[in-house]
């Protein structure tokens, strides 16, 4: 997904909040549903007719997307950049022009678009929800002892840091540069700690499967 245009009014945040105008909530639906007609067309053209497709992505089931509990991990990376400005290691400025490019769409959204662009008939859409650290693994190598011993160490917190920073490490580098990225992170680690302490943090998975018409 690109970065909705026109987010002049989202200052110190890097995506929805529960402070955002409704302006920016209404870029994001938007910039969403162009996008998303664009890759189903494009799947279509690839596919067969009866083929289906399988997709799983974020997504929010909240009527408002700024209240979803999985939204607070763009909260919490941009509290911690905002340090940067009053160190004066970075400007305030590129945090304000600094916006995720990503969108977690309910599942009424989602069936309105593949409607819409009218390839593909909708055999079924679930959304459920998962833990933020999920997954998350300090090594990929499920047989790696060492890798295990090591993940163990490490604390829900950091499991989580780990894993956003493989999202979203190309993206802080190129706007803010690199060497801030291993303090963020460690310090993101920190904050999620503390927020798990507070609540039961989870977010919401979207499985949608659609089938190419004839």
């Keep these: 997904m690109q970065v909705p245009p026109s ?28 996008d998303f007609f664009l890759f189903l067309r494009s799947r279509a053209h690839e596919m067969v007719a009866g083929g ?6 974020m997504g929010h089931i909240s009527p408002e997307a700024s209240t979803e509990v999985g939204s607070h991990q763009w909260e919490l990376l941009a509290q911690l950049l905002l340090v940067w ?8 400025d590129r945090i304000d022009s600094f916006n995720a490019p990503y ?12 409607v819409e662009e009218g390839s593909f008939s909708i055999n079924h859409v679930e959304a459920f929800e998962v833990n933020w650290d999920e997954g998350s693994s300090a090594c990929s190598d499920s047989a790696c002892d060492k890798c295990d011993f090591e993940h163990e160490k490490l604390s829900r917190g950091q499991r989580v840091a780990i894993t956003i920073r493989a999202v ?11 060497e801030i990225l291993d303090e963020l992170f ?12 507070k609540t039961v943090a989870k977010h919401i998975n979207l499985v949608v499967s659609v089938t190419r018409k004839f």
């Excluded at 009424?108 to 678009?113: L, P, S």
């Design 103 to 114: 969108y977690a769409p309910s599942p009424q959204e989602v069936r309105n678009v593949i």
């Design 186 to 197: 460690r310090r993101y680690g920190e904050l999620v700690d503390d927020y798990f302490s």
């Design 85 to 92: 400005p009053r160190r004066g290691l970075i400007e305030e």
């Design 52 to 57: 289906r497709m399988l997709l799983s992505f």
């Design 168 to 178: 979203v490490e190309s993206m802080v580098e190129s706007h803010f540069g690199r």
């Design 7 to 34: 987010l002049d009014m989202n200052k110190g945040k890097i995506y929805i909040s529960k402070t955002s105008p409704p302006c920016v909530v209404k870029a994001y639906v938007s910039q969403f549903e162009k």
